[in-house]
């Protein structure tokens, strides 16, 4: 058995399915990067600028409860072993194993492109989650406030935004929060997969510890701040014996509503999650694997709508089961509230229609 590679999720990297040259194209462009003085803050981890044209992004999926989503950073760091956002790399000319947690791509005009959206003729007020891809509080946001400025933009245009992340750095920006939310204009989605610190360290290496996510569920609770907790994936054999204790948590911490998904393996993540579970789990890998299979129809890959998320057969239905029961134990008359639409500031009132609104 091969070591581990401490603090990364997935053990190996794979080969873009979209170009068998993929490897010598990104080493090149990486090369030039580094001949351009543009070498990483951290040796393990590339940062990349990249200028998109756009920024929001329309969700066609009829399992994603969200209309669109917008996404500072392209691949993340936090190297969850089962995102389902690594195949997304692969767009970019990367793999989705190691490439996804070290070649981060950065949208610096993220900002800007949100508010052309927003001033936009066509645009109307519609709910726009960040992270739907990949998380925006990940650790180069510390550094470089491309959420920050983001979040800025929707509190001057009085829009609506959800918000999806592990990291505890949704703390830094409270103040807007509460601003936004004393008009019904945010919420934050935290994803809690465990309440086992080693489990944690071995699926999602590099978020922050549950005991900080828990805390962090009670700060923003506590200051008015809407919160929703996605328990998942739900992985059988690994996580799924923990539903009920998991849910009492977050709901003592103020969380109103929980989700939850079953985890599925499509493209080059099932090859992934294979490896890193025989490496680190391989006492149990032929069972959860075999599990998984039999929530999918018996395969790890599964893209049918309507069950590819919830999953089906034995193990998928106790899932659901437990969860029903902890829904009505421990969220009963609890409502998330619905996120406002009317006071966004119509573009075509120009500054004068942000400034009859001060």
Same mark, same amino acid.
């Given at each position: 058995?091969?070591? +581990?590679?401490?603090?990364?999720g997935a053990q190996i990297n794979v080969s873009n399915r979209f170009s068998e040259h993929s490897e010598e194209i990104r080493d090149d462009f990486l090369e030039f990067c580094f001949r351009e003085s543009e070498q990483p803050t951290n040796p393990q981890t590339v940062y990349i600028d990249t200028f998109p044209k756009t920024i929001v992004n329309k969700v066609t999926s009829p399992d994603v409860g969200m209309g669109y989503s917008l996404n500072p950073y392209q691949g993340c760091e936090h190297g969850c072993i089962y995102c389902y956002a690594r195949n997304s790399h692969e767009y970019?000319?990367?793999? /989705?194993?190691? #490439? !996804?947690?070290? @070649?981060?791509?950065?949208?610096?005009?993220?900002?800007?492109?949100?508010? @052309?959206?927003?001033? +936009?003729a066509s645009w109307e007020a519609s709910t726009i989650v960040m992270s739907g891809n990949t998380d925006c509080y990940q650790p180069i946001e510390k550094k470089l406030e491309i959420t920050r400025q983001?979040?800025?933009? !929707?509190?001057?245009? @009085?829009?609506?935004? =959800?918000i999806i992340t592990k990291n505890v750095l949704v703390e830094r920006d409270l103040d807007i929060l509460q601003e936004l939310a004393k008009d019904d204009l945010c919420r934050v989605i935290f994803s809690v997969t465990t309440l086992s610190e080693a489990t944690r360290r071995l699926m999602e290496p590099r978020t /922050?510890?549950?005991?900080?996510?828990?805390? /962090?569920?009670?700060?923003?609770s506590n200051a008015g701040i809407p919160v929703m907790v996605m328990a998942g994936p739900m992985?059988?054999?690994i996580n799924t014996h923990e539903i009920l204790p998991l849910l009492k948590e977050v709901a003592d911490r103020g969380a109103l509503s929980v989700g939850y998904t079953i985890v599925r393996l499509n493209g080059a993540i =099932?090859?992934?999650?294979?490896?890193?579970?025989r490496?680190?789990?391989? #006492?149990? /890998? #032929? @069972?959860v694997l075999h599990q998984i299979a039999d929530c999918h129809g018996g395969q790890l890959n599964d893209s049918r709508f309507g069950k590819r998320m919830k999953g089906e057969g034995k193990y998928a239905a106790q899932i659901h089961r437990q969860f029903e029961i902890g829904r009505k134990l421990y969220f009963k008359d609890r409502v998330l509230p619905p996120l406002n639409t009317d006071l966004f500031i119509k573009t075509e009132k120009g500054q004068l229609g942000l400034f009859n609104n001060l």
């Open positions: 058995m091969k070591k +581990s590679i401490n603090g990364r970019w000319g990367y793999g /989705a194993g190691l #490439d !996804f947690e070290q @070649k981060i791509l950065v949208k610096k005009n993220a900002p800007e492109l949100l508010e @052309k959206k927003l001033q +936009s983001l979040l800025r933009v !929707f509190l001057k245009y @009085k829009h609506p935004v =959800g /922050a510890t549950i005991k900080k996510r828990l805390k /962090a569920i009670e700060r923003l992985i059988p054999g =099932g090859k992934i999650f294979e490896n890193w579970i490496k680190t789990l391989p #006492d149990r /890998a #032929d @069972k």
